[in-house]
């Protein structure tokens, strides 16, 4: 599947990526090889594989909840650089 120039800048613009047009000639020749390659995967019989739901023969270990010593506030504040009061400061992060 090819995919053209007018494809690849429509994506970058929803995606807020800039690209020359040298960038949009690679990401184009990127992108249709990936889909060529999703397009190879489609051929293969999967008929008889079971559905992967992970990659980990890992178990979860459950344990009750303990009650265990904590740290009071005034504790936890005092290292901190910066407090308000209760709080803990930190710089702002959203507009």
């Known amino acids: 599947m ?3 120039k007018e ?5 970058a613009h929803l995606a ?13 020749k990127d992108m249709t ?3 060529d390659w999703v397009e190879q995967l489609e051929e293969v019989d999967t008929t008889d594989v079971e559905p992967l739901t992970t990659m980990s023969e890992e178990v979860n ?6 009650v265990a010593d904590q740290i ?3 504790e936890a504040l005092k290292n901190a650089p910066k407090t308000d009061g209760e709080y803990f400061r930190v710089p ?3 507009e």
């Open 72 to 74: 009071t506030r005034d």
């Open 7 to 11: 494809t690849i800048k429509k994506i």
């Open 61 to 66: 270990v459950f344990r009750k909840d303990e």
């Open 92 to 94: 702002k992060v959203l």
């Open 33 to 35: 090889q990936i889909l």
């Open 16 to 28: 807020r990526l800039e690209f020359d047009e040298k960038g949009v000639e690679k990401m184009s």
């Open 2 to 4: 090819k995919i053209d």
